[in-house]
């Protein structure tokens, strides 16, 4: 009897303790009385009475004289008394007040510590009597269900007794809120009580066998949702542990042969228990564990079972989204004004429609969709059911969910997600078992529809239509979440179509396929269409749908034909779409044939040939490559001219530097496919070859120069100098180092100057000078010199290789030696070319020229004194030095005629030129 004594004292104590704080809360209400009528009279007056003596205190330390003290309760009921008129028809602020750590460890902390002690209490008075052997097992059972149904009895009479005189309709709502929240003792009591009746029902069917499973079962299913439906009295804490004494309770009790479809059916009337308290409090926590919980269990179930049964976990999954959608917090929370509105920062505008309330709620629903779709398709072992299923009806209700509400930014992601994903997982297990689809033959139209295929492309008509039809009722009102079901109902069909095409299609004749995506991409421009009739301004929804329309005809085209002929076909098409900008003025219109030349160029990398290797054929530049590459340039040129009055100049600045860069592709295909004998393969290019590579890059560094400068674009502007900088980088290391033909003694040819050092050396060097006069005052001071260093060094590798082959022929190797005579002439045609470059300094009074003729003649100095004396001899030593003397004489005299006529004694570098 000592230990059940011990057991009711704290019950006792926490009684007392409520009665003393009810009288307490009853002196803080008059308190709270006279402060409101002290505030209507316009006079501030302390909040308690530890303030009132405070402020006393300060009164008796500024006065000297204690009869000028007045207390401050006195004086503001004199101030209330003399001046009544200045307060009238004002109404008091309530000021919250703000929660400290006193008043959470003493109301709330110690109250839950409390309860959670007396239901550990009544365990261990249960277990103290087993251990002690002083009742049997049935009589132990009644003690503990009789304590438990005490406490619970306990909490509602603290409720109904204690409650009223917490919160008493005269207190204001923050602080009854306040107060309630305090009052925690009725909810920690019940809480207990229910944690000791779930142990005797557990304990009864565990520990004794007292009852069966299926007694057991409901009567652990009867005291959590009792403890549901007492947490609309208690509160969501109560809410919490009945949830989890619910999701608990298929745990505790097990079964040999357990009934997926009862278990399931459980957690789902369970998870709509816990969702209509929500509803009915507002909560917004519970609804986020119970989706967690009821997920977990869809994890726990597929994890551990030998033959998966998809249905019951998927049903359950589909009442969460239909609870979401219609019980809580479907329609309830839906604000009117579309979020992000007011501000042009796209990523702001995107992080506002994600955070649409309730997003929290959404977000766990969703993911908790996601974790459960992901496991059941990703299972691996036997299923009574193909798990598409399940993931085409829960999708597709999710997809519902984003397209009926404000929020449903992010059921609609997750529904996309999850669609991708679960379409992946089916794909790449069914493509374990069934063949590789063959090229070119011929099958049936319906042939590949299996469940799969159907699921999926079910699955995308599904969000085809949700954003159609999310876009004609609310587009105008709600552009933000227009543009997202825009993308989502273009992108998601396409994808999930292209997945199970990989894997159950027909290459080149697959009219199941062709016709799904002609059907999309003709519900998707009709949508474009109302769109534009609907909407004043123009929408980027809108946009998207045209772009989404492109690619779904895209993916017709692939599945239906192949090669060349789909290489043609998607250029045609882009250009079509461009052609459409004279009836329909849409800013899609023209990012389409930008999509058009992005595929073209994928298709290219995975097949440069186009048409493969053995059809190529060796025929230079009429063959395949012309057509392949050829008309997508053409194409693009001809929509860069369609293109010149467009208002939106990025679209057109990408099709104009498009066009420019397939052209580019083009010839460098032709070269390379002429220069190699018909063969594309990954042999190092000849010298030859790379000088047409390169002149091709000078030459694409020019042509989007000059089209920056009609119309200004920073794509246009570091696109030509990136050009030109490669172009640089690759003549100074492959030209000079790499197919150097001294170095590699690639033949030259027997032709003067008409030989292999013309383009490899010459021409590039006359493209970098006229593409460095072309730059000048237009691009950086560094680039142009860049530019005009690389002509300058290209055109000395030429002369000195001229030299080089004139003395030692169409091979060159430097391992053949020097001749007297070629030693000489090196000389010889440096100082020349210095000679001629001081020439034209002078007569275009560039400072650069006369600066790079000075750096020659001291280039032939240097190989005079160093290398002519020691390996010249006779004649030739002497001529070398004769040669090198007058020159330096002639140079002389010329700088001295120029600084005669400098009035400063220095020649003055031309205007506009720095240096």
């Known amino acids: ?114 309860g959670l002690a007396l239901a550990l209490g009544g365990i261990f008075l249960v277990r103290y009597s087993i251990d002690a ?34 919160a008493p309709a005269s207190a204001t709502a923050a602080d009854a809120t306040r107060r309630r929240n305090d009052a925690m003792i009725p909810g920690a009591l ?218 449903g930014a992010l059921p609609a992601l997750f529904a996309a997600l999850i669609a991708v994903t679960g379409t992946g997982l089916v794909a790449l297990t069914d493509a374990a078992t069934i063949p590789l689809p063959q090229l070119g033959v011929p099958t049936p139209l319906f042939a590949a529809i299996g469940p799969t295929v159907a699921g999926a492309l079910v699955l995308g008509a599904i969000f085809t239509l949700c954003g159609v039809l999310f876009i004609r009722r609310q587009g105008e009102r709600d552009p933000d979440l227009a543009a997202l079901w825009a993308l989502l109902a273009a992108a998601v069909p396409v994808t999930l179509a292209t997945i199970t095409f990989f894997t159950h299609g027909r290459l080149g004749g697959d009219g199941l396929y062709g016709l799904y995506g002609l059907a999309i991409s003709a519900a998707l421009l009709w949508s474009a269409e109302r769109t534009s009739r609907m909407m004043a301004r123009p929408p980027l929804a809108r946009d998207l749908l045209v772009l989404g329309a492109f690619a779904a005809l895209t993916f017709a085209l692939h599945a239906l034909t192949r090669g060349l002929t789909t290489t043609l076909s998607v250029a045609g098409l882009g250009f079509l779409f461009v052609l459409l900008t004279r009836h329909r003025p849409w800013r899609g219109l023209p990012w389409a044939m930008v999509a058009a030349a992005v595929v073209i160029g994928a298709r290219i990398a995975w097949e440069p040939t186009v048409v493969g290797p053995d059809r190529l054929g060796t025929t230079p530049v009429f063959n395949a490559l012309l057509a392949g590459y050829g008309i997508p340039a053409a194409l693009l040129a001809a929509s860069a ?43 190092v290019p000849t010298l030859g070859e790379q000088s047409l590579y390169t002149l091709l890059l000078i030459g694409l560094s020019g042509i989007l120069m000059t089209l920056d400068l009609r119309s200004p674009s920073r794509s246009f502007r570091y696109g030509s100098m990136l050009a030109g900088v490669l172009a640089a980088l690759n003549a100074l290391f492959v030209h000079l180092v790499a197919l150097n033909p001294a170095l590699t003694n690639e033949d030259a040819g027997t032709w003067p100057v008409v030989n292999l050092l013309l383009p490899g050396y010459l021409l590039p060097a006359a493209a970098y000078a006229g593409l460095a006069l072309h ?89 005079v004194f160093l290398i002519d004396m020691a390996n010249l001899e006779g004649i030739l030593r002497a001529l070398s030095f004769i040669g090198l003397g007058a020159v330096l004489i002639g140079i002389g005299l010329f700088y001295q005629r120029i600084l005669a006529r400098s009035p400063g004694g220095q020649p003055a570098p031309p205007a506009g030129d720095p240096s």
């Open 190 to 407: 019940t809480a207990a009580g229910c944690v000791t009746l779930i142990a005797t029902v557990y304990t009864a069917y565990g520990l004794y066998g007292f009852i069966g499973e299926t007694t057991a079962f409901a009567l652990l299913a009867l005291v959590s949702l009792g403890t549901l439906a007492l947490s609309l009295l208690h509160g969501q804490g109560l809410a919490g542990l009945g949830l989890a004494a619910s999701l608990a309770t298929p745990a505790l009790v097990s079964s040999e042969a357990p009934h997926i479809d009862f278990l399931f059916g459980f957690l789902a009337l369970v998870w709509l228990a816990s969702t209509g308290a929500a509803r009915l409090r507002r909560w917004h926590r519970l609804p986020i564990l119970s989706n967690l919980g009821l997920t977990g269990w869809v994890i726990a179930y597929v994890l551990n079972t030998d033959v998966l049964d998809p249905v019951p976990p998927g049903l359950a999954l589909l009442v969460l989204v239909a609870g979401t959608a219609f019980l809580w917090p479907g329609r309830l929370l839906d604000t009117d004004a579309a979020e992000g509105e007011g501000t042009r920062d796209p990523w702001r505008r995107v992080g506002r429609l994600l955070a649409r309330p309730p997003a929290g709620i959404l977000l766990s629903a969703g993911l908790s969709v996601f974790l459960g779709l992901l496991t059941l398709t990703g299972s691996t072992g036997p299923s009574t059911a193909h798990p598409v299923l399940m993931l085409v009806a829960v999708a597709g209700a999710l997809a519902g969910l984003g397209a009926g509400r404000r929020a």
């Open 641 to 683: 001219w369609w293109l010149r009055h467009w208002p939106g100049r990025r679209a057109l600045n990408a099709v104009q530097g498009l066009a420019a860069l397939a052209s580019l592709l083009t010839a460098s295909i032709l070269v390379r496919h002429a220069m190699t004998g018909g063969t594309l393969d990954a042999r």
């Open 133 to 166: 052997g002083l009742l049997g097992p049935g009589a132990r059972l009644v003690l503990a269900s009789l304590f438990g149904l005490g406490l619970g009895l306990a909490g509602e009479v603290l409720r109904r007794r204690v409650l009223p005189h917490i």
């Open 1 to 114: 009897m000592i230990e059940l004594f011990l057991l009711l004292l704290p019950v006792v104590l926490l009684i007392a303790h409520q009665r003393l704080s009810g009288r307490v809360r009853l002196l803080e209400q008059r308190i709270d009385v006279l402060t409101r009528q002290l505030a209507e009279a316009g006079t501030p007056a302390p909040q308690t009475a530890s303030e009132t003596k405070e402020a006393a205190a300060e009164t008796e330390t500024e006065t000297d004289d204690p009869a000028e003290a007045t207390p401050p309760v006195e004086e503001a009921a004199r101030a209330a008394h003399s001046e009544p008129d200045e307060a009238e028809g004002e109404e008091p602020t309530p000021v919250a007040a703000r929660e400290t750590f006193e008043s959470r460890f003493g109301a709330r902390w110690s109250v839950w510590v409390g």
């Open 775 to 863: 730059a000048r005052g237009k691009r950086p001071h560094a680039y142009v010199t860049l530019l005009a260093l690389t002509g300058a060094v290209l055109g000395f590798a030429w002369a000195t290789l001229s030299v080089r082959w004139f003395w030692q022929g169409q091979h060159m190797g430097l391992w053949k030696g020097f001749t007297a005579g070629e030693t000489y002439t090196y000389s010889v045609v440096w100082l020349i070319i210095g000679v001629g470059l001081l020439a034209l300094g002078s007569r275009l009074d560039a400072r650069r020229l006369r600066l790079a003729s000075a750096g020659l003649v001291l280039m032939a100095v240097c190989k």
